[in-house]
């Protein structure tokens, strides 16, 4: 599942932050999962535009069910905040609230090590693998909270899309979530409530998503290995002990640099 979600700060790069699953991408998570969800709902139809907004269209001369069989438009507004300033109902909008750092360790997991493997091959053929530290890692992780509000036309309607998000978060989603970095707890539907709009009524609701991420960091460790010496001595190895035929051995040196 795509979010672009990019990080333009070379931040990351200089202190070797390999992950940090925060409010940024938890979002993006969150917007793009909704948007794949009711893209295959029929009366609350998700449509995107060519460049990937919501295809939001002016209704005038638009048929009542335009969008329920096709792709005109979309019946639902799904994003984190409108673009323009129009309002389209119904919308679920999905907003950051507040993250904590939790610690998974009091040394924030210091002391693992990431190993890499070389193969190595000497002149006569023989191969092994060799493990070699690569990275010393630690690791931390984020605890905070998604909102996503619901506004819809009528009673019917908003309770219809709270479900709807309920299910497709907790039921539907929960592994894609898993696997994206994200771990959603149990989600907290709010209160309901309704404010003037004009000649009518919005009617709206919040779900809260406690949510879990991790950060880690993978920081180089230098080239500990530069050079294999082998030595091999021959003699007579079925006594013991084995006989060595003096002055008989073979040397040889491979560097790593020149096998990589």
Same mark, same amino acid.
């Given at each position: ?21 925060? %409010? @940024? ?8 999962? %909704?948007?794949? !969800? ?15 907004? #919501? ?7 638009? $048929? ?8 005109? =438009?979309?019946?639902?507004?799904? !994003?984190?905040?409108?673009? +323009? ?25 210091? !002391?693992?090590?990431?190993? @890499? +493997?070389?193969?190595?091959?000497? !002149?006569?053929?023989?191969?092994? %693998?060799?493990?070699? $530290? @690569? ?47 994200? =771990? ?7 209160? $309901?409530?309704?404010?003037?709009? %004009? ?20 920081? #180089? ?19 013991? #002990? $084995? =006989? ?17």
């Amino acid at each position: 599942m795509a979010t672009s979600s990019l990080i333009k700060s070379d931040l990351y790069s200089i202190h070797y932050i390999v992950q940090n699953t925060m %409010l @940024s991408h938890a979002k993006a998570i969150f917007v793009e999962t %909704l948007r794949e !969800g009711f893209s295959r709902e029929t009366y609350y139809h998700y449509v995107r535009d060519s460049f990937g907004f #919501p295809k939001i269209l002016d209704h005038t001369d638009l $048929p009542s069910d335009a969008g329920i069989r096709d792709d005109e =438009v979309s019946r639902i507004f799904i !994003g984190e905040s409108y673009r +323009t300033d129009m309002k389209h109902i119904p919308a679920i909008l999905i907003k950051g609230g507040s993250f904590k750092y939790v610690p998974i360790s009091l040394s924030r997991n210091e !002391g693992l090590i990431q190993y @890499s +493997t070389t193969r190595v091959v000497d !002149g006569y053929g023989n191969e092994t %693998l060799i493990s070699t $530290p @690569s990275h010393f890692i630690l690791a931390g992780a984020w605890e905070g909270q998604i909102n996503i509000d619901v506004l819809a036309g009528d009673i019917k309607g908003r309770d219809y899309i709270v479900e709807i998000i309920g299910a497709l978060i907790e039921i539907v989603y929960f592994k894609e979530f898993q696997k994206s970095g994200v =771990v959603v707890k149990p989600i907290n539907i709010g209160a $309901p409530s309704e404010k003037e709009d %004009l000649n009518g009524k919005i009617y709206a609701q919040t779900i809260s998503c406690d949510v879990r991420t991790e950060w880690r960091q993978h920081i #180089p460790i230098n080239t500990i290995i530069d050079t294999i010496s082998f030595c091999m001595d021959f003699g007579d190895i079925s006594v013991n #002990p $084995p =006989v060595i035929a003096p002055n008989i051995s073979v040397s040889t040196e491979i560097d790593i640099l020149d096998d990589i």
